[in-house]
């Protein structure tokens, strides 16, 4: 009989290991997904296109309920889980019968923060993280309402970016003196400030949120240096918190995130998480490569088979504000490396790439990113690039072919 597995979470992580585990483990689980979003398992990361209008929401879903029928799995979605009871391997679900589970797997995500200011709870204050946010920004947008978005690191933008090409009227305003400054070094970010602008969003960098202005509805943003920005709707999206109350209440062990061993296992037994909820060797990452490089492994185990997830090296690549942008591994720079830097501002172009003892340690491309990915394999690889050195920086096309020369 096929044992029960019970995935609390219906995101990306979710029904990529459903996708891995009815391959590698036929026929050998019973799976039940619980998930609090009242649809299908969706591409979160297009909900940027469907807020700019260039995708429909119904197409940005991952699989349709066939794909899930076909596969035996039953799919709760709408349903919220509340309570997992650990000695008695059963999960409570808001409003319905609890159910048992031989393993059960936490694909919870994560939450958008709201800061913590005065006048945060005020109405017209909103994130940016499924697709009930994206209906309503999509409304403000319509009323080319003047939005003000804090935080300018890639949900910031994209919110931006989508709202400015919905026809509001956009500030940005970031803490920081830079743009992505996870992701990108000085010059990448001030090229893509100035990229940004010209889709007609106003940044403001250096500047901190004091306080939210309005009696029940947001008026206006006051930053801390005084500074006074009317606003009919407020876009917090300055960071996520991981998932992890349900955890955390099971007595499961918990840092930032739901805190797992190289199996993606949980201190308890048979319990295991994985994607934004999940806290590996001290990382918690916000992106969907790792999370599905954990579903990979978590099948393979799951399957019975050896497999150990050994953290992710961390790419992004993605479009921004409608400009590519590509940053991976150390992309500042660190002491004792050589970086090789292309900066053409006014073509819009910047490539750095960063190189540690005759191997690339880090890239940053904005605007071209067609070699992105070659890029990423040759830090991922560490091979020497001592043959290519000269024309790398000119893509994989030509440095191949000067190598072979
Ligand atoms: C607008 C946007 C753009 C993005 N762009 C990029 C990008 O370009 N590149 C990139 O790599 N990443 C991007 N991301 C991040 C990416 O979407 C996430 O890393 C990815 O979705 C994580 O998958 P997950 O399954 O861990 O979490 P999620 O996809 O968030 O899924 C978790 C699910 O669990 C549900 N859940 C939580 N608690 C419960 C509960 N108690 N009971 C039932 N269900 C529950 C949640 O409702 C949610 O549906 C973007 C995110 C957003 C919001």
Redesign the pocket.
Request: glycine share 10%; net charge negative.
């Given at each position: 009989m096929s044992e029960p597995l019970v995935i609390?979470?219906?995101?990306?992580?979710?029904?990529r290991l459903v996708d891995e585990l009815t391959r590698t483990a036929q026929g050998r689980y019973a799976i039940a997904v619980?998930?609090?979003?009242p649809r299908l398992?969706y591409?979160?990361?297009?909900?940027?296109s469907v807020?700019s209008g260039e995708t429909a929401s119904h197409d940005i879903e991952l699989r349709p309920a066939t794909w899930w029928r076909d596969r035996g799995v039953t799919l709760k979605y709408g349903?919220?889980?509340?309570e997992i009871d650990v000695g008695r391997r059963e999960l409570k679900?808001a409003g319905e019968e609890s159910i048992a589970f031989s393993r059960l797997v936490l694909?919870?995500?994560?939450t958008?923060l709201r800061l913590n200011v005065p006048g945060a709870d005020l109405a017209g204050v909103h994130t940016?993280?499924?697709s009930r946010d994206?209906d309503l920004l999509l409304t403000l947008a319509a009323q080319q309402k003047r939005v003000v978005v804090v935080g300018g690191g890639?949900?910031g933008l994209?919110?931006a970016y989508g709202l400015a090409k919905a026809g509001s009227p956009v500030t940005l305003i970031h803490l920081m003196d830079r743009l992505m400054e996870r992701q990108l070094d000085a010059p990448a970010a001030a090229l893509l400030k100035s990229l940004v602008e010209r889709k007609g969003i106003k940044v403001l960098l250096d500047a901190n949120t004091a306080r939210l202005h309005g009696e029940t509805r947001v008026k206006a943003v006051e930053l801390s240096d005084g500074r006074l920005i009317e606003a009919d709707a407020v876009i917090f999206a300055a960071g996520i918190r991981p998932?992890i109350?349900?955890a955390r209440e099971a007595g499961i062990s918990v840092n930032r995130g739901i805190v797992v061993d190289d199996r993606l296992e949980t201190g308890a037994p048979d319990i295991f998480a994985?994607?934004?909820?999940?806290e590996h060797r001290g990382i918690c990452?916000?992106?969907?490569?790792?999370?599905y490089e954990q579903a990979r492994v978590l099948a393979q185990h799951l399957a019975g088979r050896a497999a150990v997830y050994p953290g992710s090296v961390v790419a992004?690549?993605?479009?921004v504000s409608g400009v590519s942008v590509f940053s991976a591994g150390d992309f500042v720079g660190a002491d004792g490396t050589e970086a090789i830097v292309l900066n053409d501002a006014r073509g819009g172009t910047y490539k750095k790439l960063v190189i540690s003892a005759g191997r690339l340690t880090g890239a940053v491309l904005v605007g071209d990113v067609a070699d992105a990915l070659w890029y990423l394999e040759l830090i991922r690889g560490g091979e020497p690039i001592v043959g290519i050195r000269p024309d790398m920086m000119f893509g994989r096309s030509l440095a191949r072919a000067s190598e072979a020369a």
């Open positions: 609390v979470g219906n995101g990306m992580a979710a029904a619980i998930g609090e979003e398992a591409n979160r990361v297009l909900l940027s807020l349903c919220v889980a509340t679900i694909a919870t995500g994560s958008p940016f993280r499924d994206v890639l949900l994209e919110a998932n109350a349900l994985l994607g934004e909820c999940a990452y916000g992106l969907v490569e790792p999370a992004t690549n993605l479009k």
